[in-house]
């Protein structure tokens, strides 16, 4: 019989999924290890010094006069403190010998690379700044970014930066009315574009976009264009304007200023499930500081011998914080891809960790499960044993894809680190330190040393080892977001007003016997069953833990029995046939086996993709908007939209 819905999020989230295996840390890592245990108690003693011995990591051109000033929610890290990011991502590592060590190798999807040294890299960034000024950029003026995967993507973020003007990168894969309604909210001026990237196999348009973007913003004063893949372009004179007629031109000589540690450094928009989207603004000093030191603590980077790949977009914000700041703050040595994984084969990504030796990548789990997808013997024609450190990011890992990737590609011997973080925190959150803390499938298991990220219940108190419910932070942390572009309010209301004082992640998560976290997803997926809370993350990761199984999506569907019932999307693997009536009740029971009975999903179909963003988050609300016979939704966001018109053709065949 039915029970009666409750509000989502009412009682804890369902603890279903259980998981027992756990990884400790390599001998040698842990031996050798850049953090070691006491980081946690030395930060939990004095948050604030924690913070503070951090910043020093930076080069400043004046010290700060306080380390926090927190007036909830607006917080300033190192209020009087000046400094410049480019500079610290750039001059300071030439200055101090290191101009020929490289910043970027950079692989082209067609195969064609370039390697850029930090010396090669300052000299472009000057010479693009001076460009923009003469464009007439000014310190505080948007630019934005409509960029494919080349380095000249990170030298104009790096100009920008050093010159004080906010960038704007939006997703080379983003529609025309997505780059518009974001070049109208920033009030960008300049927008910094290609002639076109390659992206499996094609040479997409981008300057066709801006154009069509730009007719009717007569806010963009001038279009700054590379030429990558040589295509036609159409060219208003006096607006546009060639990257190597402006840019080659200028000196190499440019005398950064100091900007203030709380001058605003980006704005990067969150995709937004529903309304417009949010346009999360990051700074300076405490930005900096902390996507330096986690990219150093939670990689183990070691800048010297490190070859480090985020297998990533710039457009989202892993790419800003774990390709371009955090690598550079630290002068490390970066691979740069240009394409997709398949381009022009299966096994490319592999191809590229032998061919440049890279000991540290760090992906999303959608990859991870493509990956699995196109079968293990794929990843198995490669030597990969550089690999020392795998990161995971944008989604929950599945515990089948967790220890896929830790066996196919890490070897059963390279550390996996899950990490959990949003573009509004700017940098890891919670993220095992690979040295300390032992991995489990999963988990993302402890809040960094100096972050107060916590799980609490419905009433905003903590929960107890084996409870549920919400992620929160208790204490502000250096890179948090300072606000969204232009409406403080919405600020206030989506992040701080669900709890008094707590940020308010929007996900749930679970704290297991051990104390250690799991995130479960967005609480707006959960899904509500006959007055029970399920995750979606725990349905999705026990049907992926089906042989037959690579990729799932689950949503809960409108039911006149149950509130919501449970239907699940499913991406077969390579061998595994067609699927079929067989197939959808071995699922069903499967989950059934796996969650119990109350999780079994309603109805199960088979699809060949699944939709995405560009950080291969699955949009559920599209999938949910299938099952309940829905006209779609906004689908701009969308890495691919055609994907919708296939699942929703797959709809007669529900079973
Ligand atoms: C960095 C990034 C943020 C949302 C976040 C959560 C999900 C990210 C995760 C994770 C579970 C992880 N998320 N990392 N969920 N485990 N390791 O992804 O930023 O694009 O803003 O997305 O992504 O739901 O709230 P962003």
Redesign the pocket.
């Known amino acids: 019989m039915a029970e009666t819905p409750q509000e989502p999020g009412h009682e804890a989230l369902s603890n279903l999924l259980q998981e027992s295996r756990s990884f400790p840390p390599p001998a040698d890592l842990a031996a050798n290890a850049n953090v070691t245990a006491d980081a946690y108690d030395e930060a939990a003693a004095d948050p604030q010094a924690f913070w503070e011995k951090q910043a020093h990591r930076l080069d400043w051109s004046r010290q700060w006069d306080s380390v926090l000033e927190w007036k909830p929610p607006f917080a300033k890290w190192f209020d009087g403190g000046t400094l410049n990011a480019s500079v610290n991502c750039v001059d300071r590592h030439v200055a101090a010998g290191r101009g020929d060590k490289v910043a970027y190798y950079w692989e082209g999807e067609p195969g064609d690379t370039r390697t850029i040294t930090y010396a090669q890299l300052k000299d472009e960034v000057c010479k693009t700044a001076n460009a923009l000024l003469q464009l007439g950029v000014t310190k505080g003026d948007r630019v934005a970014i409509y960029m494919p995967m080349i380095p000249e993507t990170v030298i104009a973020m790096l100009a920008c930066a050093r010159i004080g003007a906010p960038h704007m990168v939006v997703f080379g894969g983003f529609s025309v009315d997505a780059l518009g309604s974001r070049l109208d909210d920033s009030a960008a001026k300049v927008v910094v574009t290609a002639d076109g990237g390659y992206r499996r196999g094609k040479a997409s348009g981008l300057k066709s976009a801006v154009d069509e973007a730009v007719r009717d913003r007569p806010a963009v004063e001038h279009v700054l264009v590379v030429r990558r893949t040589g295509q036609e372009v159409e060219w208003t004179e006096g607006r546009d304007v060639w990257w190597h007629e402006a840019v080659d031109a200028q000196s190499p000589e440019h005398e950064a200023e100091p900007h203030d540690a709380e001058h605003p450094l980006y704005i990067m928009y969150?995709?937004g499930t529903t309304a417009k989207p949010k346009g999360?603004l990051h700074t300076t000093g405490g930005y900096l500081t902390q996507v330096s030191y986690t990219h150093w603590a939670v990689f183990d980077l070691k800048a010297e011998t490190d070859v480090f790949w985020t297998a990533a977009d710039i457009g989202?914000?892993?790419g800003h914080?774990y390709i371009v700041y955090g690598p550079l703050s630290n002068g490390a040595t970066s691979v740069m891809y240009e394409g997709t994984p398949d381009t022009p084969h299966k096994g490319r990504f592999w191809e590229v960790v032998q061919k440049y030796g890279v000991t540290i990548a760090y992906m999303?789990?959608t990859a991870i499960r493509t990956f699995m997808k196109w079968g293990d013997d794929i990843p198995a024609q490669y030597d990969m044993s550089t690999l020392r450190i795998l990161g995971?990011?944008?989604?929950?890992?599945n515990p089948e894809a967790y220890m896929w990737y830790r066996k196919h590609i890490g070897g059963d011997r390279a550390a996996v680190v899950?990490?959990?973080?949003?573009?509004?925190?700017g940098a890891?959150m919670?993220?095992p330190l690979p040295g300390v803390t032992a991995g489990k499938p999963g988990a993302?298991m402890r809040p960094l040393p100096g972050i107060g990220a916590d799980v609490v219940d419905d009433e905003g108190v903590s929960v107890p080892d084996g409870g549920g419910g919400f992620?929160v932070v208790r204490e502000p942390w250096p890179s948090m977001l300072r606000g969204i572009w232009g409406d403080p309010q919405r600020y206030k209301d989506t992040y701080w007003s669900r709890f008094a004082d707590l940020y308010f992640?929007?996900?749930g998560a679970k704290r297991d016997q051990d104390g250690d976290l799991w995130?479960?997803?967005?609480v707006d997926d959960v899904m509500l069953v006959s007055g029970h809370n399920i995750s979606t993350?725990e349905v999705e990761s026990a049907l992926v833990s089906h042989p037959k199984i690579a990729e799932s999506a689950v949503v809960g569907a409108t039911d006149p029995v149950t509130g919501q019932a449970i239907v699940a999307f499913v991406i077969l693997r390579g061998s595994a046939g067609d699927g079929g009536a067989d197939l959808v009740k071995e699922l069903r029971d499967h989950v059934a086996g796996s969650l119990g009975a109350i999780a079994k999903p309603r109805q199960i179909m088979v699809v060949p993709e699944l939709p995405k963003?560009?950080?291969g988050?699955i949009m559920r609300r599209l999938l949910r908007d299938v099952a309940e016979h829905r006209a779609l939704g906004d689908v701009s966001t969308l890495t691919d939209s055609s994907v919708m018109d296939v699942i929703s053709a797959k709809l007669p065949d529900a079973k």
């Open positions: 969150t995709s999360i989202w914000v892993t914080s999303a789990p995971s990011v944008g989604e929950p890992i899950d990490t959990w973080w949003q573009t509004e925190t890891i919670v993220s993302a992620m992640a929007g996900d995130l479960l997803g967005r993350t963003t560009r950080s988050k």
